[in-house]
Structure formats: C-alpha cells, structure tokens
C-alpha cells in the first residue's frame, strides 16, 4: 500500500523538553556543554586556515628528488634516509636469518 503513495516523508528531528513537554529544536537534554566547543576546536584546528601557516616546499622537494646525482630515489632525502635504509636492510636480513634459523630447529626431532 505504502508503493502506491511514494515514499514516506521524514519528520525533522527534534529533542524533547521534559519539563515543558515540548518539542524544542537544539542540543539534547543530557549533552555536555563542553562537546559543542570541543567540535568548534577541532573543526578551527582542521580549516583550511589553519593550512596556511605551513609554507609550501613542494618546489624545493622536486629539486632534490629530480637532481641527476646517480643516487637512487630512497637515498636522495640525505643521511636520515640512509640510516633508515641500513636498519631497515639489517631487521630484514637478520629476520631472515632468524627464520631459518627457527626451521632449521624445528625440523629436527628434540630430545624429551
């Protein structure tokens, strides 16, 4: 029956005033009133003016990455792209290793 008179028709929501017994449009009874400026805070803290204060270094970035220096793209950052590269290697081959390791001991039978 409903398909023949269309899709029903949604209401506004609104709160209920429990002492006036009305229905008032607004915050809820029991909200804290510190959430509507917690939610100003964060919406002030990720506006687009809160973007401007960072300077654009994209030009700067492209220099340093495009430069023909025969070093490879994960290098070209400088020295703390370095140290990431070798601890990075080292976990990965010393992981390997301990993995073997651990089959290694595991297809061999244990004394009890």
């Keep these: 029956m409903r398909a023949l008179r269309g899709p029903a028709k949604k ?10 017994m009305s229905l008032l449009p607004g915050p809820t009874l029991f909200q804290d009133p510190l959430d509507s400026l917690v939610s100003q805070a964060l919406v002030r803290s990720f506006s687009s003016t809160a973007r401007n204060r960072l300077e654009n270094r994209v030009a700067e970035k ?4 495009q430069a023909d220096n025969d070093l490879p793209v994960h290098l070209k950052g400088g020295a703390t792209d370095n140290i990431l590269y070798r601890v990075t290697m080292t976990l990965c081959l010393g992981g390997t290793v301990y993995s073997l390791y651990c089959l290694g001991w595991a297809s061999f039978p244990h004394k009890k």
């Design 11 to 20: 209401k506004p929501c609104r709160d209920l005033d429990l002492q006036n």
């Design 62 to 65: 492209q220099k340093i990455f």
